[in-house]
């Protein structure tokens, strides 16, 4: 498995309907915590992610959300945004990817997983078989754990990235 995304980004709302078009994306499966809202904040969703959202329906890229998050949350944000939402889906298994492409009636080829996770996010949609958009983690990490899988996180991006495999679009320096 490749521990390289293809896409790197700072926010999500940088996933423009032009630039999705221009890979052939016409969906994504969003991960929720760190990615959408910070894991600790109940809501409401940022202004900027729901104009992002609407911005990107408008320009006919479904989206659905495909979480680890508990039921409760997930189906609040789903409803915030009018998309269809699963979780938890217990990522890094590929299930939930696969319900995301059956309900937004997808392809592999045609959607993108977003994600702020290597072991989760990304190991789950390498397995789905989908291109993946690794996004910077919306809080510091707090738990001693976490802090030390973000370690272990980084250097399996560094060593991807020394591997010359498919070059990132928009690497991290
Ligand atoms: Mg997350």
Not at 42 to 67: C, Y
Request: glycine letters at 10%; aromatic letters at 4%; a positive charge.
């Amino acid at each position: 498995m490749r521990c390289r995304p293809d896409l790197v980004l700072d926010r999500v709302t940088e996933l423009t309907p032009k630039k999705l078009q221009a890979l052939g994306v016409r969906g994504l499966l969003l991960d929720l915590d760190n990615t959408l809202l910070p894991p600790t904040e109940e809501g409401p969703l940022p202004e900027e992610v729901r104009t992002w959202a609407r911005a990107l329906e408008e320009a006919g890229i479904r989206l659905a959300l495909v979480t680890n998050a508990k039921p409760r949350r997930v189906r609040r944000v789903a409803a915030a945004l009018g998309v269809p939402g699963a979780g938890p889906v217990a990522k890094p298994l590929p299930f939930g990817f696969l319900w995301g492409l059956r309900v937004l009636g997808l392809g592999r080829d045609e959607a993108l997983a977003v994600g702020d996770q290597v072991f989760t996010d990304l190991l789950g949609a390498r397995l789905a078989g989908l291109r993946f958009a690794l996004v910077r983690p919306l809080a510091k990490d707090a738990l001693p754990h976490t802090r030390w899988l973000r370690r272990l996180e980084r250097r399996c991006l560094e060593a991807g990235g020394s591997m010359k495999a498919q070059p990132s679009e928009e690497g991290r320096a």
